[in-house]
């Protein structure tokens, strides 16, 4: 093989290297952290466990649509309380602003602590991605029947 030929063989192989290089750093969306931080307003920073907070002017219905649109989530729920959409790294809840306020409010948890926030909505309705939702149904002369 010439000296030619390996040169553009070369060359050829980093192009490659290089165009898969870009596709990784360009290609990817992110996340559904990182998406909500872009398109909404934060009022409220995540810290000692606690959510971080976004608002929006659009009703909670259009603010999950939007989200679950760019982020399928593994699971949702509509409540009257609001819409709850569970990640592998997050819950999402999107309720109504306070009262005497238009639009929502977009809480971020991470798995364990948006368990435990949201449990009156999504408790026994969802598990965690680390295991299944609840299964023990009690216990008793009487229990699962």
């Known amino acids: 093989m010439s000296p030619k030929v390996k040169l553009f063989a070369a060359l050829g192989a980093a192009g490659v290297g290089l165009l898969a290089l870009f596709g990784v750093l360009f290609g990817t969306k992110g996340s ?12 409220e920073a ?7 907070v976004y608002t929006s002017t659009q009703t909670p ?5 939007s989200i679950s ?4 989530p593994a699971e949702r729920i509509n409540d009257p309380g609001g819409t709850f ?9 999107v309720t109504a602003a ?5 639009g929502s409010r977009i809480y971020v948890d991470d798995q364990g602590s948006g368990y435990n926030r949201w449990y009156p909505y999504i408790g026994g309705r969802w598990g965690t ?3 299944p939702g609840e299964t023990f ?6 229990a699962g029947k």
Do not use: H, T
């Open 46 to 52: 995540e810290s000692k466990g606690r959510s971080a």
């Open 129 to 131: 991605f680390s295991g």
């Open 69 to 72: 649109n760019r982020w399928k």
């Open 61 to 65: 219905v259009a603010v999950a649509k």
């Open 137 to 142: 149904r009690g216990g008793g002369p009487a």
């Open 98 to 102: 306070a009262a005497g306020q238009s």
């Open 85 to 93: 959409l569970r990640y592998r790294s997050a819950i999402v809840a």
């Open 32 to 43: 559904v952290r990182s998406y909500i931080a872009g398109k909404y307003q934060r009022i």
